[in-house]
């Protein structure tokens, strides 16, 4: 998960010394007037397009009736120059009498790369993509049906794709790659919310970002610089599967951070598949991995902090609690210097089986064309939601929302590579100052954690990590809340977690100031 600028300026160069020399006043004006004119004619004309629709879902055993707008918003600079096409899709509830009072909701995805379609078709929006209960992908083909956890009952929800994702594009003569970055891509995303909430009348609404995955590095930074740039200061943040220091998930040699913190999210992806010891798998998961998190963050980080030091005895007797722990074999542990990586643990867990388990989310399995191979081919839990999704976002969009395009709605793409880290040169990216500074100068300003037991690719122990480091006033800690879910990166797949993740952010709305 890496990340380019906006600001693009043209311009021209006219070496025309020899008419400069007969005439000084003309060549200061008539030369240059006509190629830029011929420039400007050659650029098609970028402008915003929007089509509203009226519809009605049952919300919470209620029917609500909303209006829909999708389409795309024009970013330019203070010139006037077009500089990007942003598409969103709106949602905003029929019969508000005083809609200054209704909080409005900024929603994206991650990556970075993803469009927001996991979000919207998934988890917030008034639509969802059917699965069963516990979030597995139906035969094709596939439906969309009403999500009854929708949060369009309680706020009005705005999605968002970046520059490059969905149907957002940098308009032509404008280097995409000019808005792939931490800082670019925050800087991009605060200029559209800061537009969009100008032009739909919004900067009274009590107003909240919604980010999942790299969506979450994204609002850290994103709730920085829409105060300081623009003076708009938020009521609350949602993050689902939480990455704002990447120190915790990079296994880099030299970094041995990343593998305690990565153990109870090992632990619990081996009792669901019952390969811990049966005191373990009696305990159930949330007692199994409590025991794994106090003996990763003691007798674990001692052990891998000691490195060469430590004798053959500690060194068997370590691996063996790291295999009771993760599934593994002490044999294996040994063999990865007591330092199981992720990809290897997705590989290692069933090979008996001849599986692999997922890394968005360890309940899914998947089978390899080489049993004996050191990882995994691909992620059995990507896999499982990609074509349902895909089909379904598309279809939707042009036949129920009337936004027609011949562009290619990009979901999750690699197009925004290589994503710029340049100021964390020679360092770990880490966002968590960004949140702590918002939350400095924001005291009103709460923060709400969803994370997945069975997420391997934003373990919910580095997420406790990150906020239990973010400052060392009580103030932070006491307005930052954290919620688990019995499955994985995109919890609200299983249906009971949806249900209960809709419970707790509405909770979360209201003591945030979000009325209804």
């Not at 009348?201 to 980010?211: M, V």
């Amino acid at each position: 998960m890496r990340q380019p600028a906006l600001w693009i300026v043209l311009a021209f160069t006219l070496a025309l010394a020899p008419l400069a020399a007969q005439e000084p006043d003309a060549a200061d004006d008539a030369p240059k007037k006509a190629p830029a004119a011929r420039h400007e004619a050659a650029v098609p004309k970028v402008e915003d397009r929007l089509v509203t629709t009226q519809h009605k879902a049952v919300i919470g055993g209620k029917e609500i009736r909303y209006t829909a707008t999708a389409g795309t918003l024009v970013l330019r600079d203070e010139e006037g120059k077009a500089r990007a096409s942003i598409f969103f899709t709106y949602y905003a509830r029929d019969g508000i009498a005083d809609r200054s009072k209704r909080p409005i909701t900024y929603t994206y995805n991650g990556g970075p790369g993803s469009s927001s379609v996991w979000l919207h078709l998934g988890a917030f929006g008034p639509k969802r993509v059917k699965t069963d209960d516990e979030g597995m992908a139906l035969p094709p083909p596939y439906e969309l049906g009403d999500n009854g956890e929708s949060l369009l009952d309680i706020t009005d929800l705005v999605f968002i794709d970046p520059v490059t994702t969905g149907y957002s594009r940098a308009v032509p003569g404008v280097d995409p790659k000019k808005f792939y970055g931490v800082k670019e891509d925050a800087e991009t995303m605060a200029e559209f919310i800061r537009l969009w909430t100008s032009r739909f009348g919004r900067w009274s609404s009590p107003k909240f970002l919604a980010g999942e995955s790299y969506g979450t590095t994204r609002s850290a930074r994103l709730s920085n610089v829409l105060q300081s740039r623009h003076g708009m200061y938020l009521n609350g943040i949602v993050l689902l599967s939480s990455i704002l220091n990447f120190q915790t998930a990079r296994f880099d040699v030299g970094n041995d951070l990343p593998y305690p913190l990565f153990l109870p999210t090992y632990t619990a992806i081996a009792w669901y598949h019952k390969r811990l010891p049966a005191d373990l798998e009696a305990a159930g998961v949330e007692k199994a991995t409590a025991e794994a998190r106090r003996f990763a963050l003691g007798e674990y980080t001692l052990a891998l902090a000691k490195g060469n030091g430590l004798t053959p005895e500690e060194w068997k007797d370590v691996a063996g609690k790291v295999a009771r722990y993760t599934g593994l074999s002490a044999d294996f542990v040994s063999r990865t210097n007591l330092r199981p990586p992720i990809q290897e643990f997705v590989k290692e867990l069933l090979r008996d089986q001849r599986t692999t388990v997922g890394r968005l989310d360890g309940r899914f399995k998947g089978m390899d064309r080489d049993v004996a191979g050191a990882t995994a081919e691909s992620d059995p839990s990507y896999a499982a939601i990609q074509g349902t999704y895909t089909a379904m976002l598309n279809n939707y969009v042009s036949q129920e929302l009337g936004f027609k395009s011949d562009l290619p709605y990009e979901i999750l793409t690699d197009r925004v590579r290589p994503w710029s880290y340049d100021e964390f040169a020679n360092s770990y990216v880490n966002v968590a100052e960004d949140l702590r500074k918002a939350m400095a100068q924001n005291p009103a300003l709460k923060v709400f954690v969803g994370n997945g037991y069975y997420d391997l690719a934003t373990p919910f122990f580095a997420t406790e990590y990150t906020f239990d480091h973010l400052g060392f006033e009580p103030a932070y800690r006491q307005r930052v809340s954290l919620h688990y879910y019995q499955a994985g990166h995109m919890m609200y797949i299983r249906r009971a977690d949806r249900e209960q993740l809709k419970k707790d952010i509405a909770a979360f709305m209201a003591s945030a100031g979000g009325g209804s």
